[in-house]
């Protein structure tokens, strides 16, 4: 229903929401990783629960798909759209196309760079606090001791990627004894974090002058420490890895060794969104800009068994 509707029916005392189900379109990235799966089941599941008819698009990583799904939704007169968008930029005239027929769009997990007028809020994590919070568990862990770190990074131009690595960056740069040796992007994919692991193992004397790895989700992570196991290195001991996620799977390789540290993003974006167009639709309500979740790290005495077996059924 559409907004000038659902006010004036607000303005009447009729509930908007009892009267016809909202349409959202939801321009999802696509299924790179782990975290990826669960924030699509999420919002899947959240809009069942909240009787709202969630339209989905899977973009495959292409930020065309991306426009012409943002397009298609438009012609279609959703009452909102969310839109994970896959790269900072190039977003300003299909938002502002959106803006023109009135249709709030919310940005979920990852950032953009356009005008602020044309989306309503966006929901994620600081992304440079995710970095940081792991360079800094990097910087007590080696406590001043001569540590060469290999990064792998998510894809390229996603501001998460761009965030992330700042973040790493400026947490160690007063510690001249951690130097980032190789920083590659994996794509956020496992199979892309194994295959520049393996590169970064040949071009580092077979792993054995490499002391850290920090990679920029555990998807990646877990696909490096594979390629590590098979260059006959221990990761989580010869090598400490530090990620970003929190996933199950990654929790198993805390719970074996494999893996040191991970900082949560929780896969729950599309709670806070539809509390923010709910309130919308009631009565008008803007939401802030940015509506913050939290980056809680994990280490190996956060009960990684636990964690894994409490997250395991949740849409990884
Ligand atoms: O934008 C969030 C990032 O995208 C997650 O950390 C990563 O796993 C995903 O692909």
Avoid at 40 to 62: C, H, N, P, V
Avoid at 232 to 255: C, N, Q, R
Avoid at 289 to 298: A, C, E, G, P, R
């Amino acid at each position: 229903m559409k907004k000038s509707l659902a006010l004036s029916l607000a303005l009447l005392g009729f509930s908007a929401t009892a009267s016809a189900a909202q349409v959202v379109g939801f321009s999802q990235i696509g299924s790179e990783s782990g975290w990826r799966a669960a924030e699509t089941t999420i919002t899947r599941k959240q809009a069942e629960q909240r009787g709202i008819d969630l339209k989905f698009s899977d973009a495959q990583q292409r930020q065309e798909n991306q426009i012409a799904a943002l397009r298609s939704f438009i012609a279609q007169g959703v009452d909102a759209i969310l839109l994970a968008p896959v790269v900072a930029t190039g977003w300003d005239n299909v938002l502002k196309e959106a803006k023109e027929s009135e249709i709030p769009v919310i940005l979920l997990d990852r950032q953009i760079d356009a005008p602020k007028d044309l989306y309503m809020t966006a929901v994620g994590a600081d992304s440079v606090h995710e970095g940081e919070v792991a360079g800094q568990w990097l910087v007590d862990k080696v406590a001043g001791k001569p540590c060469n770190v290999v990064e792998l990074q998510g894809t390229t131009g996603s501001s998460v990627a761009i965030e992330r690595k700042q973040g790493f960056e400026k947490a160690i740069a007063d510690h001249t004894n951690l130097k980032i040796v190789r920083s590659q992007t994996g794509d956020f994919t496992r199979s892309g974090g194994k295959e520049v692991m393996e590169s970064f193992i040949r071009a580092e004397n077979g792993g054995r002058d490499i002391c850290a790895l920090f990679s920029h989700n555990d998807d990646m992570a877990i696909g490096a420490i594979q390629a590590m196991k098979e260059a006959g290195l221990h990761p989580g001991k010869e090598i400490l890895t530090i990620s970003i996620d929190a996933v199950p799977d990654y929790f198993k390789a805390m719970a074996n060794g494999d893996a040191n540290a991970t900082v949560e993003l929780t896969p729950n974006m599309a709670g806070p969104a539809f509390d923010a167009l709910e309130a919308y639709w009631k009565d008008g309500t803007q939401p802030p800009k940015f509506i913050q979740t939290d980056s809680k790290l994990y280490t190996q005495s956060d009960d990684p068994e636990g964690e894994y077996q409490r997250r395991k059924d949740l849409g990884y």
